[in-house]
């Protein structure tokens, strides 16, 4: 099940590097089919219940309602919100993230191993809260995972020459007058290099905090 979501985000991270030069509205894009799939979800499910316990929707299998007072669980509804919360700015740094590395040029896919790092925090949070502890073998393959993501990130120095040597010329443009317009293209493509590194480990933490509430939530309710 792990490897099948893996490769579920991966294909949503190629569709959102696609749509990453709109910005945020990218985010509008990507989650209106998301908004007509849980619709069919649920209507299927409510005419389920109907189907099978004679009614649409009811306070006594809800897991909004407390069982012993049937009152609403306000601690639920919190969870929810916090969980939705996270998920959202996420989602809203992973598009930022796509956005600014389109414009600093890097490759879409190699950006996407900075998510990995999200691991350490989880791992780090999960051991204070929940007493979880890494065995060896795990964190052997944590830190390998880690060190496999820094070494593929790197940028090879003959990709950096070569960009730096393919931008073209203006007709009749004097030479200091290229080589500024160079010192200015490659100091934006090393601010929005950092901008997207940026974005990418603020996203880690926002999925971290979902997964953590997400772990608190299973185990107490």
Known sequence: MALLAGICYAFNNFFLGQLSHHGLVAVIYVNIPSFFLFMVVYGVNFIR????HGFYWSREISIFFKEEDNSL????VLGVFLMSFCKFCGFCLVVMTFHYATLAGLNLGIITV???FCCITDSVVF?????????????????????S???????????????IMS???YPNEAEDVYQA??????????YNSMIAIGTA??????????DVILRYYKVTK
């Open 49 to 52: 219940n109907k189907l099978v």
């Open 73 to 76: 669980d306000w601690s639920v």
């Open 114 to 116: 900075i998510f990995n």
């Open 127 to 147: 051991y204070f809260v929940f007493k979880e502890k890494l065995s060896r073998a795990q964190l052997v393959g944590t830190v390998v995972l880690l060190l």
């Open 149 to 163: 993501a820094v070494f593929i990130a790197q940028k090879p120095k003959m990709e950096e020459k070569s960009g």
């Open 167 to 169: 931008y073209g010329r």
């Open 181 to 190: 317009r160079i010192d200015r293209i490659e100091r934006d493509h090393y």
């Open 201 to 210: 480990l603020c996203c880690t933490l926002f999925f971290s905090a979902r």
